[in-house]
């Protein structure tokens, strides 16, 4: 990326001029430009980025300024409510020197910073602010557009974003060239990926090796080590999940989920850096033909995210059908309702079914039998809905509520319906 | 599918699974599923040649489980024999570069040792070609052009054209292998070949030990108020049953699934 | 005329018997060899056909009499024909009239008899063949008739010059028919030919153990081991070839009287199996053809003639269709009511599974869950992939005492993977009471207890199956102790009938095992438990297959409720005809889809009984009648039942002498 975006003075002072009558219109512009990133930030004339911590938050019952950190609240939040004052009890760190720098490529999934993302981006601030006299800055590499609006507020420094559209899809090798770029000119002391399977995982190790360095892989645990080359020491998750290695940290590392705790007392510039001599190549051998459609009910069921599992409880199975299409969850049965004929045999759960590993699993009409329950033993989280308050599924279940499946149904999806109306008024 | 001239030839890199509960030497899961796309590809191009390959030594664990693969339908497997504790990435490289076959499968994890996943990247890069991971299916072969579908989240997939020769991982998502049976597992042939011995180093300077449990992080609770507050403490921790919702109406019952749904964030 | 036109019919009807029979043999020859002591086995064969056979017959009074009479008849007018008319000694002056009479009155006998088949043809039940078989009683009056008919001429009842005319040619004709039917198509094929394939089958049984001997009946349900060690022998039956030749002869006796299909669980279900078709398919894949002549119902849901095979072509089609499709095979319970039903005694669960263990071993081509089940058999010892060092978790805090630190034992409680299923622990906790009440010496394996093999055998995994029984009999071979007791009877059955013909030198494999129940009794009987009365409701007992057919068990259980004050209402299906569970022979994993399930038809049996309990004696029936939706019934097991009711026992009996077994129920009084 040599060039981030071509600037105007007049729009961005006229955005740092809240009196001014085009205020609001300039900032609704640079909003659009910036991917979506809220008027919090901006770019300052000397290519870094401003921050309005004012344009953050919103006024919490009490009269005092909240800043909702879990990305749901302030996505609709007026973003410019800002003139109350601060009550950001978060200490300010702007590091103007560092003494070295951490590199972070986070996953950004759905242009968003998972948890996962985060609690990296706490561990690359452990490793930064090893030494408090000295402390290093972490970069933060981003791909594509983003929805993220506070990046200072998890831990970034800075922020390196390549946002050209080659970088879009499954991107691998224009992304590696991307990177090697930032080595060759930043030479961050650190690397550090989330090793989760489609994303940090496989660009994390490519970079490694095509850098030819050994990597730490499945790393969950950090330590001062004062004999370790780099002055610390990990513990990595091997063979498949069973072994802990304990090694020294190299330089590149893949981390695992809860390596660290997310930053939440500071807050950091995140200001823009932009590098020169990337050269964004074309040619590449993989070619990324887009995303299939697969059909969320039809999705096979060890792999489905959201299953929506009916059972000898369910009378009305066309409305079923229906409240599967509208929460957009794959289809799953008891195995009654397959006796039954409701539904195939490919979508029975269960001991003599498909073992599902679903994020959420909402039983409906389903009592609970062991073989049932068996099949349903790696799902995150249990959702029933029974007439029977005894029944086994109840007890298994993390949230249930007793009446009518029919009813329930009919209410969630009515819900569920006005929830995405409105979405599309708004939009 | 349009069959390639000659037949395409298909290397399946395999290693020495270990069961997670036991611990016993197996088929690894994710090169299982590898040796089964190879199969499945073979059914459908006829003239497809599988050459599963393993870099290690020859002995009683390892015999059960590279049988595991052979039991699946295969006449033959080659062995790149090398003392425990070798660099299989060199072993495989060495070979890959004399056979050449167009279409590297590996699985993307071992099951033992350091399991790092770095091998198929490690191999890419020392042969130069394209990797993808999460295969899902081979869709067609042809002019030297491989059309695939990487497994994305929710059972979604995405389709990727790659010029061969390359290597493609395969994981969870990846069909499920077939049974290996008993019979062809103890007729197949062993092809064994020495291979470089270059041992790791590294690995061997590194403390391991069986893995601990991950202590479980705690829920930090920074709520703006004392309702909050007082909410979160009341709320179930983890692993305990759940909350039971009883004597409410229909909307209140989907209030709250809607808000767990949020919550976990399946609702698109 | 007569005179002379008989013996060239007769010797020519034996002549082309003759040859037919050489064909037959040929024919069962395709077989793999198999050694059975010939003259020995001949020598058998009468008391095998009345004892054993009439046994099985016996079941049905008119059926029995009908075919002593048709058979006897025949067999006895046959011989006399011969001499009669073959070798012409009805014209000697001391031998014609005895000899003559005696024809007579042996055609006469079959005659009637073969009034009554011809009754039981009018309105056939469905069980029963039709084709070729609808015409076997008008062959069977041809001959008995036209014998006695001819007869009479001999014996000077009839005038002499009554063989020389028109007539005398018809009833050449009737006889002719007869002869065809009875002696040619004995050996080429028809409905006679059970006759002379069944009596050489019951003489070359493959299971001569089978037959009761003087000293009573005896018993052959262990499935017979693959010698895994020879790398050439076949593993299992992929062509009709790979059966030993006996089991071919085997399937050639099949009479198609059905009365396999009428107690067949799965065919009633719905699934695409019926006992008796697949025995016909593999007669069709003996001589080669397809199966469109075949007359009796279908497989369920497989239209008859779309199926064809050879003897060296595959059963199972490798692609399409072939003799057989997989699913029927794996439909089977390996209950063993065809077995026990058949009056030919034919082995159809033992050639179910070698063709299982074809499909498995060379084909890897277990359906459904079975693949996994048999991975986790390898990689963790037990089907459910549990970590097997939780065996004993549910028992944390019982302090079940250790065969590893007590060494010696009275009796070793083997457990069983119903250790790993929530419900079958509670019918563990009730077991350890009880035998803690009674005061018994016992410790169990805990970790070291492996599956029994069951699953994997009957799933067609032999090799899975023999190292599991391997391992098991050598942490067996550990430890001292008189007997094995277990509340699971495949574990019973496979402990006790399998095992032992893998022992090795050195290491016996013959255990004395008891299933609870047994050993309950028998605790009960010694007057070391007491009971108190029953206060439920009407209580019915289901026979696990296990434990009934396949070790004759049917006592002991009843015994037991009786002893609780229990008086049984009886389902319809119980004893020896108990109508399987469904979770025999790893079904519930191949879970091949019918029109019912098994259980459920099960409960319904139950419900007709009028019991509002039934009371089991097995895991895998307590899980599949448990798992029935909207049950009538609630399900215990006898452990269960026996542990609630326990009261002190008669406190140190004064002269220690053990209880009358007041209770002692017979097994008629079962059956
Ligand atoms: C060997 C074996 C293997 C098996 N394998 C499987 C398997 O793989 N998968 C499987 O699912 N089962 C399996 N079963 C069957 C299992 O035991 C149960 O029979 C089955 O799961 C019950 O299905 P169900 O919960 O839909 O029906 P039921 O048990 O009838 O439960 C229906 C539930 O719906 C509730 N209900 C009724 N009406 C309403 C209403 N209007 N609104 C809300 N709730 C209502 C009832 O309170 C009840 O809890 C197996 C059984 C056996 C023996
Ligand atoms: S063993 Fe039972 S299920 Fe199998 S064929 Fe015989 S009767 Fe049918
Ligand atoms: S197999 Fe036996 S029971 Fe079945 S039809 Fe034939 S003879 Fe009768």
Same mark, same amino acid.
């Given at each position: 990326?040599?060039?981030?975006?071509?600037?105007?003075?007049?729009?961005?002072?006229?955005?740092?001029?809240?009196?001014?009558?085009?205020?609001?219109?300039?900032?609704?512009?640079?909003?659009?430009?910036?991917?979506?990133?809220?008027?919090?930030?901006?770019?300052?004339?000397?290519?870094?980025?401003?921050?309005?911590?004012?344009?953050?938050?919103?006024?919490?019952?009490?009269?005092?300024?909240?800043?909702?950190?879990?990305?749901?609240?302030?996505?609709?939040?007026?973003?410019?409510?800002?003139?109350?004052?601060?009550?950001?009890?978060?200490?300010?760190?702007?590091?103007?020197?560092?003494?070295?720098?951490?590199?972070?490529?986070?996953?950004?999934?759905?242009?968003?910073?998972?948890?996962?993302?985060?609690?990296?981006?706490?561990?690359?601030?452990?490793?930064?602010?090893?030494?408090?006299?000295?402390?290093?800055?972490?970069?933060?590499?981003?791909?594509?557009?983003?929805?993220?609006?506070?990046?200072?507020?998890?831990?970034?420094?800075?922020?390196?974003?390549?946002?050209?559209?080659?970088?879009?899809?499954?991107?691998?090798?224009?992304?590696? $060239?991307?990177?090697?770029?930032?080595?060759?000119?930043?030479?961050?002391?650190?690397?550090?990926?989330?090793?989760?399977?489609?994303?940090?995982?496989?660009?994390?190790?490519?970079?490694?090796?095509?850098?030819?360095?050994?990597? $730490?892989?499945?790393?969950?645990?950090?330590?001062?080590?004062?004999?370790?080359?780099?002055?610390?020491?990990?513990?990595?998750?091997?063979?498949?999940?069973?072994?802990?290695?304990?090694?020294?940290?190299?330089?590149?590392?893949?981390?695992?989920?809860?390596?660290?705790?997310?930053?939440?007392?500071?807050?950091?510039?995140?200001?823009?850096?932009?590098?020169?001599?990337?050269?964004?190549?074309?040619?590449?051998?993989?070619?990324?033909?887009?995303?299939?459609?697969?059909?969320?009910?039809?999705?096979?069921?060890?792999?489905?995210?959201?299953?929506?599992?009916?059972?000898?409880?369910?009378?009305?199975?066309?409305?079923?059908?229906?409240?599967?299409?509208?929460?957009?969850?794959?289809?799953?049965?008891?195995?009654?309702?397959?006796?039954?004929?409701?539904?195939?045999?490919?979508?029975?759960?269960?001991?003599?079914?498909?073992?599902?590993?679903?994020?959420?699993?909402?039983?409906?009409?389903?009592?609970?039998?062991?073989?049932?329950?068996?099949?349903?033993?790696?799902?995150?989280?249990?959702?029933?809905?029974?007439?029977?308050?005894?029944?086994?599924?109840?007890?298994?279940?993390?949230?249930?509520?007793?009446?009518?499946?029919?009813?329930?149904?009919?209410?969630?999806?009515?819900?569920?319906?006005?929830?995405?109306?409105?979405?599309?008024?708004?939009? | 599918?349009?069959?390639?001239?000659?037949?395409?030839?298909?290397?399946?890199?395999?290693?020495?699974?270990?069961?997670?509960?036991?611990? @016993?030497?197996? @088929?690894?899961?994710?090169?299982?599923?590898?040796?089964?796309?190879?199969?499945?590809?073979?059914?459908?191009?006829?003239?497809?040649?599988?050459?599963?390959?393993?870099?290690?030594?020859?002995?009683?664990?390892?015999?059960?489980?590279? @049988?595991?693969?052979?039991?699946?339908?295969?006449?033959?497997?080659?062995?790149?024999?090398?003392?425990?504790?070798?660099?299989?990435?060199?072993?495989?490289?060495?070979?890959?570069?004399?056979?050449?076959?167009?279409?590297?499968?590996?699985?993307?994890?071992?099951?033992?040792?350091?399991?790092?996943?770095?091998?198929?990247?490690?191999?890419?890069?020392?042969?130069?070609?394209?990797?993808?991971?999460?295969?899902?299916?081979?869709?067609?072969?042809?002019?030297?052009?491989?059309?695939?579908?990487?497994?994305?989240?929710?059972?979604?997939?995405?389709?990727?054209?790659?010029?061969?020769?390359?290597?493609?991982?395969?994981?969870?998502?990846?069909?499920?292998?077939?049974?290996?049976?008993?019979?062809?597992?103890?007729?197949?042939?062993?092809?064994?070949?020495?291979?470089?011995?270059?041992?790791?180093?590294?690995?061997?300077?590194?403390?391991?030990?069986?893995?601990?449990? @991950?202590?479980?992080?705690?829920?930090?609770?920074?709520?703006?108020?004392?309702?909050?507050?007082?909410?979160?403490?009341?709320?179930?921790?983890?692993?305990?049953?759940?909350?039971?919702?009883?004597?409410?109406?229909?909307?209140?019952?989907?209030?709250?699934?809607?808000?767990?749904?949020?919550?976990?964030?399946?609702?698109? | 005329?007569?005179?002379?036109?008989?013996?060239?019919?007769?010797?020519?009807?034996?002549?082309?018997?003759?040859?037919?029979?050489?064909?037959?043999?040929?024919?069962?020859?395709?077989?793999?060899?198999?050694?059975?002591?010939? *003259?020995?086995?001949?020598?058998?064969?009468?008391?095998?056909?009345?004892?054993?056979?009439?046994?099985?017959?016996?079941?049905?009074?008119?059926?029995?009499?009908?075919?002593?009479?048709?058979?006897?008849?025949?067999?006895?007018?046959?011989?006399?024909?011969?001499?009669?008319?073959?070798?012409?000694?009805?014209?000697?002056?001391?031998?014609?009239?005895?000899?003559?009479?005696?024809?007579?009155?042996?055609?006469?006998?079959?005659?009637?008899?073969?009034?009554?088949?011809?009754?039981?043809?009018?309105?056939?039940?469905?069980?029963?063949?039709?084709?070729?078989?609808?015409?076997?009683?008008?062959?069977?009056?041809?001959?008995?008739?036209?014998?006695?008919?001819?007869? *009479?001429?001999?014996?000077?009842?009839?005038?002499?010059?009554?063989?020389?005319?028109?007539?005398?040619?018809?009833?050449?004709?009737?006889?002719?028919?007869?002869?065809?039917?009875?002696?040619?198509?004995?050996?080429?094929?028809?409905?006679?030919?059970?006759?002379?394939?069944?009596?050489?089958?019951?003489?070359?049984?493959?299971?001569?153990?089978?037959?009761?001997?003087?000293?009573?009946?005896?018993?052959?349900?262990?499935?017979?081991?693959?010698?895994?060690? #020879?790398?050439?022998?076949?593993?299992?039956?992929?062509?009709?070839?790979?059966?030993?030749?006996?089991?071919?002869?085997?399937?050639?006796?099949?009479?198609?009287?059905?009365?396999?299909?009428?107690?067949?669980?799965?065919?009633?279900?719905?699934?695409?199996?019926? &006992?008796?078709?697949?025995?016909?398919?593999?007669?069709?894949?003996?001589?080669?053809?397809?199966?469109?002549?075949?007359?009796?119902?279908?497989?369920?849901?497989? &239209?008859?003639?779309?199926?064809?095979?050879?003897?060296?072509?595959?059963?199972?089609?490798?692609?399409?269709?072939?003799?057989?499709?997989?699913?029927?095979?794996?439909?089977?319970?390996?209950?063993?009511?065809?077995?026990?039903?058949? &009056?030919?005694?034919?082995?159809?669960?033992?050639?179910?599974?070698?063709?299982?263990?074809?499909?498995?071993?060379?084909?890897?081509?277990?359906?459904?869950?079975?693949?996994?089940?048999?991975?986790?058999?390898?990689?963790?010892?037990?089907?459910?992939?549990?970590?097997?060092?939780?065996?004993?978790?549910?028992?944390?805090?019982?302090?079940?005492?250790?065969?590893? #630190?007590?060494?010696?034992?009275?009796? *070793?409680?083997?457990?069983?993977?119903?250790?790993?299923?929530?419900?079958?622990?509670?019918?563990?906790?009730?077991?350890?009471?009880?035998?803690?009440?009674?005061?018994?010496?016992?410790?169990?394996?805990?970790?070291?207890?492996?599956?029994?093999?069951?699953?994997?055998?009957?799933?067609?995994?032999?090799?899975?199956?023999?190292?599991?029984?391997?391992?098991?009999?050598?942490?067996?071979?550990?430890?001292?102790?008189?007997?094995?007791?277990?509340?699971?009877?495949?574990?019973?059955?496979?402990?006790?009938?399998?095992?032992?013909?893998?022992?090795? &030198?050195?290491?016996?494999?013959?255990?004395?095992?008891?299933?609870?129940?047994?050993?309950?009794?028998?605790?009960?009987?010694?007057?070391? !438990?007491?009971?108190?009365?029953?206060?439920?409701?009407?209580?019915?007992?289901?026979?696990?297959?296990?434990?009934?057919?396949?070790?004759?068990?049917?006592?002991?259980?009843?015994?037991?409720?009786?002893?609780?004050?229990?008086?049984?209402?009886?389902?319809?299906?119980?004893?020896?005809?108990?109508?399987?569970?469904?979770?025999?022979?790893?079904?519930?994993?191949?879970?091949?889809?019918?029109?019912?399930?098994?259980?459920?038809?099960?409960?319904?049996?139950?419900?007709?009984?009028?019991?509002?309990?039934?009371?089991?004696?097995?895991?895998?029936?307590?899980?599949? !009648?448990?798992?029935?939706?909207?049950?009538?019934?609630?399900?215990?097991?006898?452990?269960?039942?026996?542990?609630?009711? *326990?009261?002190?026992?008669?406190?140190?009996?004064?002269?220690?002498?053990?209880?009358?077994?007041?209770?002692?129920?017979?097994?008629?009084?079962?059956?």
């Amino acid at each position: 990326m040599s060039e981030i975006r071509r600037r105007d003075p007049r729009r961005e002072w006229i955005a740092r001029n809240r009196l001014h009558p085009e205020h609001a219109s300039v900032l609704a512009a640079l909003d659009g430009i910036e991917g979506g990133g809220a008027t919090s930030e901006w770019l300052g004339p000397s290519g870094v980025i401003r921050k309005n911590p004012r344009a953050v938050g919103f006024i919490g019952p009490s009269g005092i300024k909240r800043i909702d950190r879990s990305g749901l609240q302030s996505g609709s939040q007026p973003t410019v409510s800002a003139m109350a004052v601060s009550g950001d009890s978060r200490r300010a760190v702007n590091i103007a020197e560092p003494a070295f720098l951490v590199a972070v490529v986070p996953d950004l999934i759905g242009g968003r910073l998972s948890a996962h993302d985060k609690d990296m981006l706490g561990l690359a601030r452990r490793l930064a602010d090893v030494d408090v006299g000295r402390p290093g800055a972490v970069v933060a590499i981003l791909f594509c557009e983003h929805k993220e609006e506070a990046l200072g507020e998890v831990g970034i420094d800075k922020v390196l974003h390549f946002n050209e559209a080659i970088y879009a899809g499954f991107a691998p090798e224009v992304r590696l $060239a991307a990177l090697t770029t930032v080595e060759r000119e930043l030479a961050p002391r650190y690397w550090l990926f989330p090793d989760s399977p489609l994303g940090g995982a496989d660009l994390g190790r490519r970079l490694a090796l095509r850098l030819n360095e050994r990597p $730490a892989t499945g790393v969950w645990q950090i330590e001062a080590d004062n004999e370790a080359l780099l002055g610390w020491r990990c513990t990595a998750r091997g063979a498949a999940g069973s072994l802990d290695i304990q090694r020294p940290l190299p330089r590149f590392v893949l981390a695992l989920a809860e390596c660290a705790e997310p930053v939440d007392e500071t807050r950091h510039a995140a200001e823009r850096l932009s590098i020169a001599g990337v050269t964004p190549t074309t040619l590449s051998r993989i070619e990324d033909l887009g995303q299939v459609a697969v059909d969320p009910a039809g999705v096979a069921l060890a792999e489905a995210e959201f299953i929506l599992s009916g059972g000898n409880g369910v009378k009305n199975w066309d409305a079923f059908h229906h409240a599967a299409k509208v929460l957009g969850a794959t289809e799953g049965a008891s195995r009654v309702a397959v006796d039954d004929g409701f539904m195939t045999r490919d979508r029975q759960v269960g001991a003599t079914g498909t073992w599902v590993t679903a994020r959420v699993y909402l039983a409906v009409g389903i009592s609970g039998a062991i073989q049932h329950l068996q099949g349903i033993q790696r799902c995150d989280k249990v959702v029933a809905i029974n007439l029977d308050p005894g029944c086994d599924m109840i007890k298994r279940a993390d949230l249930a509520v007793i009446g009518d499946s029919a009813e329930i149904l009919a209410a969630l999806v009515g819900m569920v319906e006005q929830r995405r109306g409105g979405q599309r008024d708004a939009a | 599918m349009q069959p390639e001239q000659q037949g395409l030839e298909v290397a399946v890199l395999v290693s020495v699974g270990r069961h997670p509960i036991t611990g @016993r030497a197996r @088929r690894a899961e994710q090169d299982a599923r590898g040796v089964e796309l190879a199969l499945t590809l073979a059914s459908e191009l006829p003239g497809t040649r599988i050459n599963v390959l393993h870099a290690g030594q020859q002995d009683i664990n390892s015999e059960v489980a590279l @049988r595991g693969y052979l039991g699946m339908g295969l006449n033959s497997l080659t062995l790149l024999e090398q003392p425990e504790g070798s660099d299989a990435i060199a072993a495989l490289a060495a070979y890959l570069t004399k056979a050449l076959p167009p279409l590297v499968l590996t699985g993307t994890r071992a099951e033992c040792g350091e399991g790092s996943g770095l091998l198929p990247y490690a191999l890419a890069e020392r042969l130069g070609w394209p990797l993808v991971n999460g295969l899902a299916a081979v869709e067609t072969i042809e002019n030297g052009v491989v059309t695939l579908l990487q497994a994305l989240p929710r059972g979604q997939r995405r389709r990727l054209k790659v010029r061969l020769p390359a290597i493609v991982s395969v994981d969870e998502a990846g069909p499920v292998a077939r049974q290996s049976a008993f019979g062809p597992a103890r007729r197949a042939k062993f092809i064994v070949t020495s291979a470089i011995h270059e041992p790791d180093r590294e690995l061997t300077q590194w403390h391991l030990a069986p893995a601990r449990k @991950r202590p479980k992080r705690l829920k930090i609770v920074k709520a703006a108020s004392a309702r909050d507050r007082f909410k979160a403490a009341a709320s179930k921790a983890g692993g305990k049953s759940g909350q039971v919702l009883s004597d409410v109406t229909p909307e209140q019952g989907a209030v709250a699934i809607l808000k767990l749904l949020e919550e976990e964030d399946v609702l698109r | 005329m007569l005179e002379t036109l008989l013996p060239i019919l007769i010797f020519s009807a034996l002549a082309l018997a003759a040859l037919g029979a050489s064909r037959r043999v040929r024919l069962w020859r395709q077989g793999r060899p198999s050694s059975v002591p010939i *003259l020995k086995g001949l020598a058998a064969m009468p008391r095998r056909y009345l004892v054993d056979l009439h046994h099985v017959v016996g079941r049905d009074k008119v059926m029995s009499n009908t075919h002593v009479a048709t058979a006897g008849g025949f067999v006895a007018a046959a011989v006399l024909m011969i001499l009669v008319h073959g070798l012409g000694l009805g014209s000697s002056e001391s031998m014609g009239p005895i000899l003559g009479g005696l024809l007579l009155a042996a055609s006469a006998a079959m005659f009637v008899g073969s009034r009554f088949v011809a009754r039981r043809r009018r309105n056939p039940p469905a069980r029963l063949s039709r084709g070729p078989w609808m015409r076997l009683p008008r062959s069977l009056m041809a001959f008995s008739g036209g014998v006695f008919l001819a007869t *009479l001429p001999t014996l000077g009842l009839l005038p002499d010059d009554f063989g020389s005319g028109v007539l005398a040619l018809m009833l050449a004709a009737v006889v002719v028919w007869g002869l065809g039917e009875m002696v040619f198509g004995m050996t080429w094929g028809g409905p006679m030919k059970h006759a002379f394939a069944g009596a050489l089958h019951l003489a070359f049984h493959r299971r001569p153990e089978r037959f009761s001997s003087k000293q009573g009946g005896r018993r052959s349900t262990g499935l017979k081991a693959l010698d895994l060690d #020879d790398e050439t022998a076949p593993l299992g039956v992929g062509t009709p070839s790979d059966f030993t030749w006996n089991q071919l002869l085997g399937f050639d006796a099949c009479v198609q009287c059905g009365r396999c299909e009428a107690v067949c669980p799965a065919f009633a279900a719905g699934q695409p199996l019926n &006992p008796k078709k697949l025995i016909q398919d593999m007669v069709v894949g003996l001589s080669g053809g397809s199966d469109a002549s075949y007359t009796g119902s279908p497989h369920p849901g497989k &239209p008859v003639g779309e199926h064809y095979g050879t003897p060296y072509g595959p059963i199972v089609g490798l692609a399409g269709q072939a003799l057989v499709d997989a699913e029927t095979l794996w439909s089977c319970t390996t209950c063993r009511a065809c077995v026990e039903e058949c &009056p030919m005694m034919i082995e159809h669960v033992d050639a179910i599974v070698d063709m299982r263990r074809h499909l498995t071993l060379e084909r890897g081509q277990t359906p459904n869950k079975g693949a996994g089940v048999l991975d986790n058999l390898i990689a963790t010892d037990n089907p459910g992939g549990f970590d097997p060092g939780s065996r004993l978790h549910w028992a944390a805090d019982l302090n079940l005492p250790l065969m590893a #630190d007590v060494k010696q034992a009275e009796v *070793l409680l083997w457990l069983g993977d119903g250790a790993f299923d929530m419900r079958n622990q509670r019918t563990l906790r009730a077991l350890v009471k009880v035998l803690r009440v009674a005061e018994v010496e016992f410790a169990v394996l805990g970790t070291e207890e492996r599956d029994s093999g069951d699953v994997a055998r009957r799933l067609g995994d032999e090799a899975t199956f023999q190292r599991l029984a391997r391992r098991n009999i050598a942490t067996l071979s550990k430890y001292r102790f008189q007997r094995i007791v277990t509340c699971d009877p495949h574990s019973f059955h496979v402990l006790g009938n399998e095992y032992g013909e893998l022992a090795e &030198p050195g290491i016996p494999a013959q255990y004395e095992v008891r299933h609870h129940s047994t050993f309950i009794a028998e605790l009960y009987d010694a007057g070391r !438990l007491a009971f108190a009365p029953w206060k439920g409701g009407r209580v019915t007992y289901h026979d696990p297959c296990y434990l009934g057919r396949y070790n004759g068990e049917y006592e002991a259980p009843r015994r037991v409720l009786k002893a609780l004050g229990i008086e049984l209402k009886e389902m319809e299906r119980s004893g020896f005809r108990s109508r399987c569970c469904g979770g025999g022979g790893g079904a519930p994993i191949t879970d091949i889809p019918g029109e019912r399930r098994i259980p459920d038809m099960r409960m319904n049996d139950v419900k007709e009984s009028g019991a509002g309990l039934v009371a089991v004696g097995c895991p895998q029936c307590t899980a599949m !009648l448990e798992g029935v939706v909207d049950a009538s019934a609630e399900v215990r097991d006898i452990a269960e039942l026996v542990a609630d009711a *326990l009261v002190e026992p008669p406190s140190v009996n004064a002269t220690g002498s053990p209880r009358e077994p007041v209770v002692k129920a017979t097994a008629e009084e079962v059956l």
